[in-house]
Structures are given as structure tokens and as C-alpha cells.
């Protein structure tokens, strides 16, 4: 079948039925868990581990470098991507001739439920998807009618590694987005970007409610890379806040379906005692 693809402006060649399917992206491997598709998911970008049972598919590459030779033995239908720092992968596998399927990066809660319906009509699982997409619909929706009188300012940071450095959503982060659905606000959500580097937030920013530091570079310890870091950023520049949280696991810089069905739940928990 043909269908056709927004970000490559042009139609994509999928073969039919659609049981051998690749994604680089770890919130697509999870949505498509979700959607029942796992035993046809063949090859995975290593930080694909949610669901649990996603960390025994094949690791064919990360979200900027891929095995081409085991994509080939691997035979894929189709090979979903996403935008964002792997618009490189997308013209890599383009060039190898690959079936690739590119979604966009979500800027918001509403953008990780229109990458579950795009799932759903590239691999011919429309059912599926619009049970899933329901679903997250519902979830959110418990969120939309609370009255806030006075919205939390909340500073979160992502740690990425010794390589990535801290960094923190912008107004285009389904983060960003989230926080504000349940009754929040980011003091870094108004700059006109997905991410912004901690430090220039914290030069800013004079008081804060809660921090939220997640170690997003998948090393987990007691000591998370970055985080001696933040505290001393923060303490230099004499913020003050009441509260500061560390997740030792990526939650919230996920874009799958646990992101609204999980950690938006626990940030609401978190505005709520604040």
C-alpha cells in the first residue's frame, strides 16, 4: 500500500500485510506495545525498554546512529522514526531504500496521541490505535475542568550524560504542556523552543516551587550524573524553592503512552501537595 507522509511530502511504498516493523523512537515502541503490535515490532533504538517486554527486541542502532547491516537482516515492512536530532537517521535509511515512515517529535500531550493514530494508519492497525488513542483522550480529560487559582512554578531538568549536559522543556515540549494541564506552570515553558539549557533558565529565574531533576541519560545511581551540578547552579544563584524531586528513570522526557497514563499523574500528585 501507499500512504502518504507530511514530513517527507510524499508517499511512502509499505508492503502489505505490515508484520515486521522497526522503530527508532522509544515512545513509538511503547505506543505500539500498546496498540497489541509487539510480536510484530523486529528491531528497536536501544532506549526502547518500556514496555518491559521491549528490551527483548533487537537494538538496531540509538537516536542518531543505526546498524544498517542488521536493518537488512531484519527485513522491515516499515521503519518508523521520529523527527528532531534523527532527521540524520531519516535520510540514512531514505538513501538505503528502507520503508521509512518519519513521525514529528510531539510539542505536546496532544501530539503523542496524533503519533498513535499516524501508527495506526501506517501499519493498517486503525482499530487498535483509535482503542489506545481513546483511551489517552480519557485520561487527559480528567485534567481539562479543574479550576487553578494559582499555578506552582515548577523547574524541571533533564540530565542527558556527561555529552548531553542538563537541559529543560520549552513551550514545544509535551512537558512543558503537561505541567500546565495539571494545574502547573514551567518557568522555562515560555521560551520558543523544545529545550533550553538549565543554566540559562536558573539565570532568570529568582523563585521556584518545586524541581523536578530527571536523569534521562539512562545511568542510573544514587548520585545521578548532574544532579551535584544543578544543586550548586541553584544555589549559586540563590534560588529559592520548596520542594526538589529527583526520578532516577526517564518519566517525563518519555513520549509514549505512560507519559499521560503514568507521569502525568504523578505531576499532578506533585502540584497537588505544593
Not at 542518531?64 to 535509511?93: A, S, W, Y
Amino acid at each position: 500500500m501507499k500512504i502518504f507522509n507530511e514530513i517527507l511530502g510524499r508517499y511512502v511504498e509499505i508492503e502489505t500485510p505490515v508484520n515486521r516493523i522497526i522503530s527508532m523512537s522509544s515512545g513509538l515502541t511503547e505506543a505500539l506495545f500498546m496498540m497489541g503490535l509487539g510480536d510484530l515490532v523486529v528491531g528497536a533504538d536501544a532506549f526502547s525498554n518500556k514496555p518491559p517486554e521491549a528490551r527483548n527486541v533487537k537494538k538496531v542502532g540509538s537516536y542518531m546512529h543505526v546498524n544498517i547491516n542488521l536493518i537488512k537482516e531484519l527485513r522491515p515492512n516499515i521503519v518508523f522514526t521520529i523527527t528532531g536530532v534523527q532527521r540524520g537517521i531519516i535520510d540514512t535509511l531514505v538513501r538505503e531504500g528502507f520503508p521509512v515512515y518519519p513521525l514529528p517529535m510531539p510539542t505536546d500531550v496532544a501530539g503523542i496521541i496524533s503519533n498513535i493514530s499516524l501508527l495506526g494508519y501506517a501499519t493498517n492497525h486503525i482499530t487498535e490505535a483509535r482503542k489506545l488513542v481513546t483511551r489517552l483522550h480519557r485520561a487527559v480529560g480528567r485534567y481539562l475542568y479543574e479550576e487553578v487559582i494559582e499555578r506552582p512554578r515548577i523547574l524541571v531538568t533533564l540530565d542527558f550524560g556527561p555529552r548531553g549536559g542538563l537541559w529543560s522543556p520549552g513551550a514545544a515540549s509535551h512537558i512543558s504542556d503537561a505541567i500546565h494541564i495539571v494545574g502547573g506552570v514551567s518557568v522555562s515553558g515560555y521560551e520558543p523552543v523544545s529545550y533550553i539549557e538549565t543554566a540559562k533558565i536558573i539565570e532568570k529565574t529568582e523563585r521556584i516551587d518545586l524541581v523536578i531533576y530527571e536523569n534521562s541519560s539512562y545511568i542510573t545511581s544514587e548520585k545521578p550524573i548532574g544532579y551535584e551540578a544543578l544543586q550548586e547552579m541553584l544555589s549559586k544563584k540563590g534560588v529559592d524553592f520548596k520542594k526538589l524531586v529527583v526520578f532516577n528513570e526517564e518519566r517525563l522526557a518519555h513520549t509514549g503512552p505512560s507519559f499521560i497514563l503514568e507521569s502525568m499523574d504523578i505531576l499532578k500528585k506533585l502540584v497537588s501537595e505544593l
